[in-house]
């Protein structure tokens, strides 16, 4: 019992240092690294802990077994969110409406493609598919694992030094987590992921989530 207990303790610490600290240093200090450029190296160690420390396979990637309830519930749930961000720019933003693909439309393109396969993949395994079974001993409850992915990942948001990132980011953790906890399903989740992200970028919200875009 005792030993279980300090293997929790020891996990906690783990979880702290990993989705709060390292997003700290990177605040604190720009020069630190790229955000952007972290995601591999951290892939790389979680990828070594699943391994060595559960019963992950790699065939987990790309599971999809999606019930057409969830995935029509998904579309009209898209559809609201992109009626609300474009509804958003145009009464308090107009003025970077369609931003970046009117500033540069092969950047955007590129971003439709390169986004979805890396970068929100990429967070995909680390804020859902890790932290569930990473961390499962600490989140017993489905519930505790959903806010605390929602957390974790908004909280990561804070290297882009605005608070209407991590307000999104918050509420857009609660809906990936919830959806890989009804699915079990990366995959989805990152395509879910992806999507918003294209929208994001492509309504004129991406300034939130781009330092220095190029607009």
Known sequence: ??????????????FVILFFGIPTLIYL???FIHPSIIILPVLVFIFFLLRRNSEFRWKELTRWQIPRKVLYVNVVLILLAALMMLGYVLLFDRGNLFNLPRANIWLYLALCIFYPAFSAFGQEIIYRT???????????Q???FVVASAVTF??????????????LTFIG????????HL???VLFTSVLHGIFGIMIFGVGMGQYFWLDMPV
């Not at 890790?130 to 989140?139: E, K, T």
């Not at 953790?173 to 890989?180: I, K, Q, T, V």
């Open 1 to 14: 019992m005792r030993m279980r207990r300090y293997g929790r303790i020891g996990l906690a610490i783990e």
């Open 29 to 31: 200090d720009q020069d």
């Open 130 to 140: 890790f932290l569930s079974r990473r961390y499962s001993g600490i989140f017993r």
């Open 142 to 144: 489905a519930w505790h």
């Open 154 to 167: 908004s909280f990561m948001h804070i290297v882009y030094y605005d608070p209407v990132s991590m307000i």
């Open 173 to 180: 953790g609660l809906y990936f987590a919830l959806n890989y």
């Open 183 to 185: 699915t079990r399903s």
